[in-house]
C-alpha cells in the first residue's frame, strides 16, 4: 500500500523559508518519479517541482530559482526546499509519485500540508 505523508508546512513571512518533507512507505522514492504540487483556494493544482529516478529535477517557471526538490534514499524520504518565500506561494502543497498498476499509471497522493506566506 502506497503511503505519502508530508509535514513541515506552516505560516512564514514573505522571504522567509520552509522545508516540506514527504515520507514514502509502499514504494522507493530512488525508483519512482516524485513530485510537489500545490493548490491554492479556488485555483488549480499545479506541478510546482519534479523529481525523476535518474535525479533530474524541473520546476514550474514561478518557482525557478527558489525552490529545490531533493531526496534522501536512506529515510526514502522527498523534500521541498522553498526559500525567499512569496505571499502568492500560499497553498496546500501535496506529494505525489504515479505507480504502473495493470500497465496503467496511478496517482497516489499525501493528505498535504498547508503554507502561508504573510506579506
Known amino acids: 500500500q502506497v503511503q505519502l505523508v508530508e509535514s513541515g508546512g506552516g505560516l512564514v513571512q514573505a522571504g522567509g523559508s520552509l522545508r516540506l518533507s514527504c515520507a514514502a512507505s509502499?514504494?522507493?522514492?530512488?525508483?519512482?518519479?516524485m513530485g510537489w504540487y500545490r493548490q491554492a483556494p479556488g485555483k488549480q493544482r499545479e506541478l510546482v517541482a519534479e523529481?525523476?529516478?535518474?535525479?533530474?529535477?524541473s520546476y514550474a517557471d514561478s518557482v525557478k530559482g527558489r525552490f529545490t526538490i531533493s531526496r534522501d534514499n536512506a529515510k526514502n524520504t522527498v523534500y521541498l526546499q522553498m526559500n525567499s518565500l512569496k505571499p502568492e506561494d500560499t497553498a496546500n502543497y501535496y506529494c505525489?509519485?504515479?505507480?504502473?498498476?495493470?500497465?496503467?499509471?496511478?496517482?497516489?497522493w499525501g493528505q498535504g500540508t498547508q503554507v502561508t506566506v504573510s506579506s
Open positions: 509502499g514504494i522507493f522514492v530512488r525508483t519512482n518519479v
Open positions: 523529481l525523476t529516478t535518474s535525479g533530474s529535477t
Open positions: 505525489n509519485t504515479k505507480v504502473k498498476i495493470l500497465a496503467k499509471d496511478v496517482s497516489f
